[in-house]
């Protein structure tokens, strides 16, 4: 067993014993990040030379995620071909315009198609074309998203939208991209609030259905 393996749990339980609702955080190579995730039960990313697990994902986090991805198939329905929406179990590589490796799983993503994969070895892939990326956030991960993932999500060429939703309270924030470097952000609280994706209307009240009554 590598140093690494040594270090992490590759359960959800042994994880959750660990470090709660906390972010973990082991030095690693690229090498030993795809090594591990190969074996580990849960995902985790990749950022300046650490591995950083995902922390425990709560029943409020879990449906908001199923609502708002039945949501953005609607937006982008199979027939479709030229977009797929992806659960959280797809990986999002950003290499190609940074100067390190960097692997994050957002809580959904939907991907331009057909799709460029960064492939590490045959059946170990990544996702590089995204043109909309939404996370829950919670406290343990809040600064993570903002402070770390946000100013790499906003330098993937391909995307243009991207999601903040909240669990404690009814609460989303939509950035949309105008120009290369310029997005625009709107904040909606309200239970009759909605936004548009793909000429799609998505109701707050659809997101957050055990909030409202």
């Known amino acids: 067993m590598s140093a690494v393996l040594s270090k992490l749990p590759l359960t ?3 994880l959750v014993k ?3 609702n906390e972010l973990v955080r082991v030095p690693a190579s690229f090498d030993e990040y795809w090594h591990f995730i ?3 039960e849960f995902r985790a990313d990749f950022y300046q030379n650490e591995i950083i697990t995902m922390s425990y994902e709560n029943e409020h986090h879990s449906d908001i995620v199923t609502e708002l991805s039945f949501l953005l198939k609607t937006a982008y329905p199979g027939r479709n ?4 929406v992806h659960n959280p179990n797809r990986p999002i590589y950003i290499g190609n315009f940074t100067s390190d490796h960097s692997v994050f799983n957002p809580d959904g993503s939907v991907i331009a ?3 460029i994969h960064y492939e590490y070895s045959p059946g170990m892939n990544a996702e590089s074309t995204p043109i909309l990326l939404f996370e829950v956030l919670s406290k343990s991960t809040r600064s993570y998203d903002f402070g770390t993932k946000l100013p790499l999500y906003k330098q993937i060429p391909t995307l243009n939208t991207i999601i903040y939703l909240e669990t404690k309270k009814v609460s989303v924030l939509v950035m949309e991209r105008e120009s290369k ?3 625009v952000e709107t904040e909606y609280t309200q239970k009759n609030d909605f936004f548009i994706v ?3 209307t998505i109701y707050l009240k ?3 259905l055990d909030w409202i009554d």
Do not use: C, V
């Open 206 to 208: 659809d997101i957050y």
């Open 18 to 20: 660990l470090a709660g």
């Open 113 to 115: 198609q057909p799709p």
């Open 12 to 14: 959800y339980e042994a």
């Open 181 to 183: 470097n310029r997005w």
């Open 81 to 84: 071909r030229n977009f797929k």
């Open 38 to 40: 190969g074996q580990a």
């Open 198 to 200: 793909n000429k799609t």
